[in-house]
């Protein structure tokens, strides 16, 4: 059974920083990608970056590109996404999301196989 279980969400303050993480298990992490979707009160879940757990490429929506970074650790099935310079736009439950990298980059919720349960990251101003 494929679990992904995220970590690390919160109340912070706009220019602080949080690191989410999303433990993967039931399929085999090297095979596949991740990524952080999020969906702020209101509106749609949109990806926001996605990495090839292979080889590492890393991919970013224009709203985060330059203050958030994905990155894995293999060794653990864990996927990570170090979020600085938080805006209180980047208020929103972020979940994690594994499968085909191009299902991924597709920035469709109906093409993502595998969902975590979420976690809301709150920024304050």
């Known amino acids: 059974e494929v679990q992904l279980v995220e970590s690390g969400g919160g109340l912070v303050q706009a220019g602080g920083s949080l690191t989410l993480s999303c433990a993967a298990s039931?399929?085999?992490?090297?095979?596949?990608?991740t990524a952080w979707f999020r969906q702020a009160p209101g509106k749609e879940r949109v990806g926001i970056s996605c990495?090839?757990?292979?080889?590492?490429?890393?991919y970013y929506a224009d709203s985060v590109k330059g203050r958030f970074t994905i990155s894995t650790d293999n060794s653990k099935n864990t996927v990570y996404l170090q979020m600085n310079s938080l805006k209180p736009e980047d208020t929103a439950v972020y979940y994690c999301?594994?499968?085909?990298?191009?299902?991924?980059?597709?920035?469709?919720?109906?093409?993502?196989?595998?969902w975590g349960q979420g976690t809301r990251v709150t920024v304050s101003s």
């Open positions: 990495i090839n757990n292979h080889n590492g490429d890393t």
């Open positions: 039931g399929f085999t992490f090297d095979d596949y990608a």
């Open positions: 999301a594994a499968g085909d990298l191009e299902r991924l980059l597709a920035n469709d919720e109906k093409m993502v196989d595998y």
